[in-house]
C-alpha cells in the first residue's frame, strides 16, 4: 500500500507512485509567491467580494422564479445559499489569465456552480450521506421533500448545458464544445459521481490506504475544480500549453481543498464550519489526518500548494497570474 | 377549463384553446399515408429492427464495464434492457429526412436514450413513483440501491452531453451546440422535470382539467420526443423551415404517444404491457380515458396522427419520409 501521496504536475497523476516533493525543494520552487503578491498591490480580498458579487447576480438572473414555481424555488435554494463561489471565480481568473475576460467566461462559471450545488444536493439525500444541514441552513430535501430534491439536482445539472451552450458570447462554437465536453466529464464515472461511489462503498472500512483516498478526492473535489480552471482557459482562448498548465495547476489546488477540509473537519468545531465537524471521523471515513496524522497532512498541503503554484511560472505577467496564486494560498490556508 | 385537445401545429401549442380537426378533414389530409408507404415498398419492421440493432450496439459500446464497476453496471442495467429505441430511431429517421445519414446522428442518438434512461431510474425511485418493476424487470433501485440509482441516472445525464460534444462528427460545431442547447432544455424546468413535478402535485388531485393534463404530457413525453427528432433534423443539416415543421410533427407524436399510453394502461394487462397495469388509475393519477371517455381518447389519437403527417407534407421524397411516417403510424397503434 502507497503512502506516499500524490505529485500533480506528472502525467500519471492519477494512478502511479510519486515522489513527495520536499518542503526544502517546494521553498525554493515557490517563484511566485505571497510577497511578490502583496508587492504587486493585489487586493484579494476586494477581488474575491467583486467577483462573488458578480456571480451572485449572474445566478439570481439565471434562474428566476417561474412556473412550476416550486422547483425553481428549491434550484434557486440550494445555488444562492452563499458559498465562496471559489469553482466560478477560478473559471473567471483562469480566463482573464490566458487574455479573456469575466463576461466570456461567466456562463461556465455559472454552470460550474450549478454542478456543484446539484453534486451538494444529491449527495446530501438520506440514501446517500444523510445530512441535514449545508452552509448552516436545513439540506434540500429537509425543505422541499426528496422528490423535490432530486429534480431540483436533476434539473440544475440540465441548466448548466443549456446555460453554457446558450449564453457564452465572444469565443467560437468549437471551444464551447470543448468546454461542454470538459464540464460533462467531471460529472460522470470519471469525476464527481465516481468519487462518490467510492467514497460510500469506503466508509467504515478499514485502511484503505492513500490510493483510494486520493482516488476519491481526485474525483469527488479535484475534478470539478479542475473543470472550472480547464473551462475558463478554453474558453478565454488559451493554447493547448497553457490549458495543460491550468488543469495540473488545478489537480493540485483541488487535491489541496479535500486536504484542508480534513483538516478543518478535525481541528474546527461546527458553528465555525457551518455543517457537521467531525462527522467523517463519526461515521469512521477515511481522511488525510487519519491516514498520515495531522502534521503530515499540513505538510502535504503545503507541498501541494508549492507544486500549483510551480505551474504558473509560464504566464509572466504578475497582475494577470495574481489571482489563481491568491485563490491557491486561499484554499490553503483558509479557515472554514 | 377546457375540454378540447390541443393542436399541435399551432405556434401557441402549449397554452391557448385550440380547435380540434375533425376526423373527416383529418382524413381528407391524409397526404402521406400508410397505403402510399407500403406501396413504396419500406418495410417498418425490417426498419426498426436495424436501426435498434445499430442503437443497441452503439448504447454498448458508449459505456462499457470499467472502474469503479458497481456504477458501470447499474448504468448499463437499464440502458440496455431492451425498449423499441423508438426515440434514437426518430432522432436517426429525420438526421436521414434532412439529408443526414445515421452516422452522424447516433451519439444524439444515444444522448437522448441516454436521458429517457435517466429520468425511467429517477422517476421509479421511492421517493417518486415508487415503481418496483419496469419493462419486466426490477427497476433500478431494487436491484442497485437508491444511492446508485441516484448516481447512475446523474452520470447518464452527464455522459449524455459527453457523448454527444464528443463523438458527434459530420457536421458543424455550432450545430452540434444548437443540439446541444435543444436536449439540455428538454430535460429541465421545460421538459422532463417540469412534467414529473405537476405529475407529482396533480396525483390524487380530482378534476386537474386538460390544460394540466396536457401540461404534464408535454413536459413529461413530448418535450424529449421533440428533442430526439429536433436533433435529427438539426445535425443532419437541416434548415430552419425545416426543423421547425419536424419539431410540430415531434410535438403530435409526443402528446400522441402519451394518449395512446393511457387508453393501453385501461384495455391490457399487465402481462402484456411490462409494468403494473391500471396503475394510473388505482394511484388517482389524470388519464386522457379519465378526462374524455376511451372512445373521444382514440378520436384524439386519430387526430394526432393526422395533424403530425400534415408536418410532413413538404418533404418531397417518399422513401426518405417513410420511416417518420411509419413511426407515427406505429406510435398510434402500437398495442404495448
Known sequence: ?????????????????????????AKEQQIVGENEIQKSGFNFKKYMTEKANSVNKALDEAISIRDPPTIHEA?????????????????????????GNESIAMPAACAVEMIH?????????????????RRGKPTNHKVYGEDVAVLAGDSLLAFAFEYISGFTVGTSPARVLAA???????IGTEGLVAGQVVDMVSTGVKDIGLDRLEFIHI??????????VVLGAILGGGNETQVEKLRKFA?????LFQVVDDILDVTKSSEELG?????????????????LGLEKSRQFAEEL????????????????????????????????
Not at 494577470?320 to 483558509?334: C, F, K, Q
Open 251 to 255: 489537480r493540485c489546488i483541488g487535491l
Open 275 to 291: 455543517k457537521t465537524a467531525g462527522k467523517d471521523l463519526a461515521v469512521d471515513k477515511m481522511t488525510y489526518p487519519k491516514l
Open 180 to 186: 461542454i465536453g470538459e464540464l460533462a466529464k467531471s
Open 219 to 228: 474525483h469527488k473535489t479535484a475534478a470539478l475544480l479542475e473543470a472550472s
Open 305 to 336: 500548494l508549492a507544486e500549483a503554484k510551480q505551474q504558473l511560472e509560464e504566464f509572466q505577467s504578475l497582475m494577470a497570474v495574481a489571482p489563481l496564486v491568491a485563490l491557491a494560498e486561499y484554499i490553503a490556508h483558509r479557515q472554514n
Open 1 to 25: 500500500m502507497r503512502t506516499t501521496p500524490a505529485k500533480c504536475s506528472k502525467p500519471n497523476f492519477k494512478i502511479h507512485h510519486r515522489p513527495i516533493i520536499s518542503a526544502a525543494i
Open 117 to 133: 450545488t446539484m453534486s451538494l444536493i444529491h449527495d446530501d439525500l438520506p440514501c446517500m450521506d444523510n445530512d441535514d444541514f
Open 75 to 99: 434550484m434557486r435554494y440550494s445555488l444562492l445559499a452563499g458559498g465562496k463561489r471559489v469553482r466560478p471565480i477560478l473559471c473567471i481568473a483562469a480566463c482573464e489569465l490566458v487574455g
